[in-house]
């Protein structure tokens, strides 16, 4: 049974935006891997202390008394020097960095300088990580958005596929029906006639049971088509007063059915779930043991239906609820067209709930359906 299409459309918005998001965390990671290993491998650099007129060596002070992080060019950064005779040019008093040679610097200024870088690299990380992560979360967004756009791109071919599977199903069923009735009809008018022959009662009686297994069948492929339809009517009702009417209607066979009922608001389509309370208790009382017993449980969000019987292997589990797969549990296993648990199953999903089986130590199977508060 496949999960319902918004469902599946959510899973892949959240692939979609998971990779953007691991991209993005990647191609941050990166960057500031790079950034941080080049100001690791920068210098101390003698342009950020300048020398004060008059002061021996020693003397120096940064360049910048700014806030760590403050871009400094080092072209605006200048440095007085004292003209000699040995010099050609004419005396200049203050000359860009890049066209004198810088001083040498201290053991005291050389500490000075690697602190002011320590900051300003401490600075820029810490900026290129606040300015990353607000880029990562707007990338994050985007990517949730463009990726609900392409799942809902990729789905759309599946979704129609599968509406024109069920258009065709219920379709093909309802065609199916009429030329059913119409033999109904022949072979009961059939077996009316006065003192029919023996041989043609018999095959009648044969051609009539087929004829309401085909018809069960379609009806199945109908309740199934239906239930995996979108926009199902959806009425206030109560799942115990549905399930207490499908007790009373349904015949025991010589079991002893038990019930403990308790009020069960929910919405939902009725149609459906009396099919569905039908279905577990005709496969809880067909699959039984002469002397057996059945135990209805109706609470709140919950129903579930015990019965006695064979004992079902736990491997067997999974099958039961497929379309067209049945339990052979031996000779006198019961027949059946294989489509009672696969409707359970459509239709508690239709109606947000889930199913599950579990086989009873003694025999027998619990199966239980829950509903979220709907």
Same mark, same amino acid.
């Given at each position: 049974m496949r999960p319902p299409m918004w469902v599946v459309r959510a899973r892949l918005t959240l692939l979609y935006g998971a990779l953007f998001l691991i991209g993005g965390a990647f191609l941050l990671g990166v960057t500031l891997a790079l950034v941080h290993q080049r100001l690791q491998e920068l210098p101390p650099s003698k342009s950020a202390?300048?020398?004060? $007129?008059?002061?021996?060596? *020693?003397?120096?002070?940064?360049?910048?008394?700014?806030?760590?992080?403050?871009?400094?060019? $080092?072209?605006a950064i200048s440095v007085p020097i004292t003209a000699? $005779?040995?010099?050609?040019?004419?005396?200049?008093?203050? &000359?860009?960095? %890049?066209?004198?040679?810088?001083?040498?610097?201290?053991?005291?200024?050389?500490?000075?300088?690697? &602190?002011?870088?320590?900051?300003?690299? +401490?600075?820029?990380?810490?900026?290129?990580?606040?300015? *990353?992560?607000?880029?990562?979360?707007?990338?994050?967004?985007?990517?949730?958005?463009?990726?609900? +756009?392409?799942?809902?791109?990729?789905?759309?071919?599946?979704?129609?596929?599968y509406d024109s599977q069920r258009r065709f199903v219920a379709n093909a069923s309802h065609e199916l029906k009429t030329p059913l009735a119409i033999s109904r009809g022949l072979l009961e008018m059939a077996l009316r006639r006065r003192d029919p022959p023996a041989e043609v009662r018999e095959l009648s009686e044969s051609l009539l049971e087929?004829?309401?297994?085909?018809? =069960?069948?379609?009806? %199945?492929?109908l309740i199934l088509a239906r239930s995996e339809q979108a926009g199902l009517r959806r009425?206030?009702?109560?799942?115990?007063?549905?399930?207490?009417?499908?007790?009373?209607?349904?015949?025991?066979?010589?079991?002893?059915?038990?019930?403990?009922?308790?009020?069960? $608001?929910?919405? *939902?389509?009725?149609?459906?779930?009396? =099919?569905?309370?039908?279905?577990?208790?005709?496969?809880?009382?067909?699959?039984?043991?002469?002397? *057996?017993?059945? =135990?209805?449980?109706?609470?709140?969000?919950?129903?579930?239906?015990?019965n006695t019987g064979p004992v079902v292997a736990r491997e067997q589990l999974p099958a039961l609820f497929e379309p067209f797969q049945r339990l052979h549990l031996g000779p006198d296993s019961p027949e059946g067209n294989g489509l009672?648990?696969?409707?359970?199953?459509?239709?508690?999903?239709?109606?947000?709930?889930n199913v599950t089986a579990v086989p009873n130590p003694d025999g027998g199977l619990t199966v239980t359906v829950d509903f979220r508060s709907s």
């Open positions: 202390v300048t020398p004060l $007129p008059g002061a021996g060596n *020693g003397a120096n002070l940064p360049a910048s008394k700014g806030p760590p992080g403050a871009n400094v060019a $080092p072209s000699t $005779p040995a010099m050609a040019d004419p005396p200049v008093n203050a &000359k860009p960095f %890049g066209t004198a040679a810088a001083p040498a610097l201290s053991t005291a200024d050389e500490a000075i300088v690697r &602190k002011f870088q320590s900051d300003l690299h +401490a600075a820029t990380i810490e900026a290129l990580i606040t300015r *990353g992560a607000i880029a990562l979360g707007g990338f994050a967004i985007v990517g949730a958005a463009v990726g609900w +756009a392409m799942a809902g791109r990729t789905l759309r071919p599946i979704e129609d596929a087929v004829n309401h297994r085909q018809e =069960r069948l379609i009806d %199945g492929l009425v206030p009702l109560d799942l115990a007063q549905i399930t207490e009417t499908v007790i009373e209607e349904t015949p025991a066979d010589g079991l002893t059915v038990r019930s403990a009922l308790s009020a069960a $608001p929910m919405h *939902g389509d009725p149609v459906l779930l009396e =099919r569905m309370v039908q279905n577990l208790l005709e496969n809880a009382i067909k699959y039984n043991q002469p002397g *057996g017993s059945v =135990r209805v449980t109706c609470t709140r969000n919950r129903l579930t239906v015990t009672g648990l696969s409707i359970v199953r459509s239709v508690a999903h239709a109606h947000r709930g």
